[in-house]
Structure formats: structure tokens, C-alpha cells
């Protein structure tokens, strides 16, 4: 199975600023790459996939890049509702896709 | 608007039968879509379960394989999950959602979840 890192575990950011969450594949998924963010007691919503491709009515301020060995979310300017969980998932081996152990993001 | 809505037990006993269904609204089952399931063990990331087609082709996780049965009933518009012999390690919150073919294998729209605990 292809592993999913996804650094960091949590990442402490202030409202306002950037934010930028790294995923790596253990090997190559070319762009099969796809970004969640997940809330309590709210179902999980698709931000991106094939890498760069925002979901629909996904705002602006998210984006999504990479390729190879690294990928990246980020978030231009966090709004509050920003704060949740963030995983990366490949598709590269679907549907043996894997997800990353997830990026917390916390004021 | 689709949307999708998980339901089940919330307890099982250990080497009991896990069963959830997932009601699909406002959108057919009838359609070139995968349907999936999903789940987040508490503290853990996210593992597939997994994928079923209406026309009766099917994906199960290797780890899994043994243990899961999923099944489409399209009169219903609903999706069910099975997984028997339950232990602690299956306790999670279950999800399904839906695998348009337009996005490769992404997953566009989640039910909320529903936390299944395996304890006696």
C-alpha cells in the first residue's frame, strides 16, 4: 500500500494567516491527489482533488499544489471555520486509495 | 441536493454483526457512481472500507475482506454495510459517500458519520 505523510500533526496558526499542510506518498500517485477537511458532528467535506482542482463552492483561499514526492494545501488567509482536521487521500491505486493521518489545524 | 445519511446500532458486543445503511436523498443510486464507505477509528486517520456500484460490482479493503458485506438496494435508495465478528478495533465513526467518475476516485459528498463502539 502506498503510505501518506502528512506533516504536521497539528499546526497552530492565528486567523488571518497562512497555512500550508504537507503530504508526501510513499511513491508516486501522480496528481491523484485529493484534500478533506473534517469537523466534529458535520460530514467531511472534498476541498480538492486531482491535486489542484477545487471541489465546488470551495472558496478561493483554498489551494492545492504538487507533484512527485510532495503535495500541499494551503489556505491563503484562515478564517474561524477554517480550524479543523485536514486529510490527504490517493486515488493513484483507487480503490486501494489511502489517506494521510491527518493535519490538525488549531488557533 | 444529495445527501446522505448514516444510521445504526451505536453499540455492538464484541463477535457480534456490525449493520449500518446509508439512505441516499435527493439523488438516484441508480447512477454511474461508486459508492463508498469509510471510517475514522478514534485518534486515527481515516480507512477505507469499501466501494460498491449499483450494477453490483464491488471493492472490499484486503483487511477487511473476510469480515465486510456491502449491498445496494436500489427501491430504497439506500447502501448497507456488514461487518461480522466485531472487536474493539472496530470501533469508529462509520461514513459513506459518493465516487462520482468525473474525479477519478475522490470522494464528493459525506454522510455526517455515525459512531458505532464495540463493547460488552
Known amino acids: 500500500d502506498i503510505v501518506m505523510t502528512q506533516s504536521p500533526p497539528t499546526l497552530s496558526v492565528s486567523p488571518g494567516e497562512r497555512a500550508t499542510l504537507s503530504c508526501r506518498p510513499s511513491q508516486g500517485i501522480n496528481t491523484y491527489l485529493a484534500w478533506y477537511q473534517l469537523k466534529p458532528g458535520q460530514a467531511p467535506r472534498l476541498l480538492i482533488y486531482n491535486t489542484s482542482t477545487r471541489a465546488t463552492g470551495v472558496p478561493a483561499r483554498f489551494s492545492g499544489s504538487g507533484s512527485g514526492s510532495e503535495f500541499a494545501l494551503t489556505v491563503s488567509s484562515l478564517q474561524s471555520e477554517d480550524f479543523a482536521l485536514y486529510y490527504c487521500q490517493q486515488y493513484y491505486t483507487w480503490p486501494s486509495g489511502t489517506f494521510g493521518q491527518g493535519t490538525q489545524v488549531q488557533i | 441536493q444529495v445527501q446522505l445519511m448514516e444510521s445504526g446500532p451505536g453499540l455492538v458486543k464484541p463477535s457480534d454483526t456490525l449493520s449500518l445503511i446509508c439512505v441516499v436523498s435527493g439523488y438516484s443510486i441508480n447512477s454511474d457512481n461508486w459508492w463508498g464507505w469509510v471510517r475514522q477509528p478514534p485518534g486515527k486517520g481515516l480507512e477505507w472500507i469499501g466501494y460498491?456500484?449499483?450494477?453490483?460490482?464491488?471493492h472490499y479493503n484486503p483487511s477487511l475482506k473476510s469480515r465486510v458485506a456491502m449491498s445496494v438496494d436500489t427501491s430504497e435508495n439506500h447502501l448497507s454495510l456488514r461487518l461480522t465478528s466485531v472487536t474493539a478495533a472496530d470501533t469508529a465513526v462509520y461514513y459513506c459517500?459518493?465516487?462520482?467518475?468525473?474525479?477519478?476516485?475522490?470522494?464528493?459528498?459525506w454522510g455526517q458519520g455515525t459512531t458505532v463502539t464495540v463493547s460488552s
Open positions: 460498491i456500484h449499483y450494477s453490483g460490482n464491488i
Open positions: 459517500a459518493r465516487v462520482p467518475p468525473t474525479i477519478g476516485g475522490a470522494l464528493d459528498v
